[in-house]
């Protein structure tokens, strides 16, 4: 139960704070080792096809460390994609009844970095703010994303977009101030996109916006091509006009 309401937070932190993310992490490591029963607990993620995916492509990136010429960028690179090992954690004590709250979490984040974001580019906020010695954010006026490198910013719109583009899709009977709620996000972080640099974040977007459509219209040929199309007609203006 602890484990399923950190995850939460941790979800929230994501956007956020890279250092608080990374000791809360260390927690839930520590609650998880506390638990034991580890082979119990962590067959279910490793039956997983995700997770199973995840593993082999990192294993392959460490067997790669074996023979590389160029140690620091194999270090740099080992510490990326180290986040995908996570999942086979979090799936290990996962309570299916927290994943809404975990999604929301996230979205919830990541609408609080939009925001700065927003006052930052129209410079209510400066580019740089500190207390101290403390960095708070450090951003540029062509790209201000405050909390994140500007990327995973970008990519972190994305995942926003596609979680509320799928609900506003496929979710008909919910309330319409959840609807509302869900629409506002998404025209608020598309309009953020439009003033961060990141070109991982608009190919993660288009992505993003073509499993939705792929999974919501899978069944119906005629509202999949259409749909598609409307998105490449968009992103044609977008790249034109933005």
Known sequence: LWLNHLLVLYAFLIPIHNGAKSSLFFTMLALFLYRRDYWFYLKVAFSNRIVQAFLIFYALHAIGMLYT???????????????????????????????????????????????????????????????????????????????????????GISIVVGLCLYYLLNFKNEEK??????????????????????????????????????????KNIKLLISSIFLVFVSCLSLYNFS
Request: hydrophobic share 50%.
């Open 177 to 218: 101030y959840k609807k509302i709620f869900a629409f506002i996000v998404l025209l608020t972080s598309l309009s953020n996109m439009s003033f961060i640099a990141s070109r991982t974040g608009y190919l993660t977007l288009l992505s993003a916006i073509f499993i939705v459509i792929l999974l919501t219209y899978r």
């Open 69 to 155: 010429d160029n140690i620091d960028y194999g270090k740099d690179h080992m510490d990326k994609i180290k986040y995908l090992l996570f999942p086979l954690i979090f799936l290990s004590f996962l309570d299916i009844r927290f994943a809404a709250r975990i999604l929301i979490a996230f979205i919830f984040g990541m609408f609080i970095a939009e925001v700065f974001s927003y006052l930052i580019h129209y410079q209510v906020l400066p580019y740089e703010f500190s207390i101290g010695k403390y960095e708070i954010w450090e951003t540029q006026p062509y790209s201000p994303a405050p909390f994140m490198a500007h990327s995973d910013h970008g990519v």
